[in-house]
């Protein structure tokens, strides 16, 4: 196979359709765009989304649910497994930025009972959820809601 031996395929060896080239070429005058209106002007788009005036679907279409965005409380959530790594007997704030586990005070801090914990260890953090409280208190540690 040689350069000079390449051919698109035959789909794609077809001449562009030449607008505005006179009556007699099927397209001229108004290059198929018809008579008058926003459409034959150039400059004109069709929005994707735009049905004609026809309510849009986004629009017809019912909104579900309830976003409380403005009063939603975000956690920063951290795991039994990264506190059982850290080794301490007592953690709280402080510790959990110090250690970086955290990233800042502003935000309330929330512990899941993702991973074991095989010491005691006493842990104040601003929630907990169900099954971290009983996995911290098996093991003789106390969960602490600041």
Known sequence: MKLNNLKPPPSLDKNRKRLGRGRASGSGKTAGRGNKGYHSRSGSKQRPWFEGGQMPLQRRVPKRGFSNSLFKIEFQIISIAKIS??????????????????????????????????????????????????????????????
């Open 85 to 146: 790594k850290l080794g301490l007997k007592k953690i709280d704030l402080s510790v959990m930025i110090e250690k970086k586990i955290i990233r800042n005070l502003n935000k309330p801090v929330k512990v899941l009972a993702n991973g074991n914990i095989d010491k005691s260890v006493e842990i104040f953090a601003n929630a907990f959820s169900e099954t971290a409280i009983k996995k911290i208190e098996k093991n003789g540690g106390k969960a602490h809601i600041i």
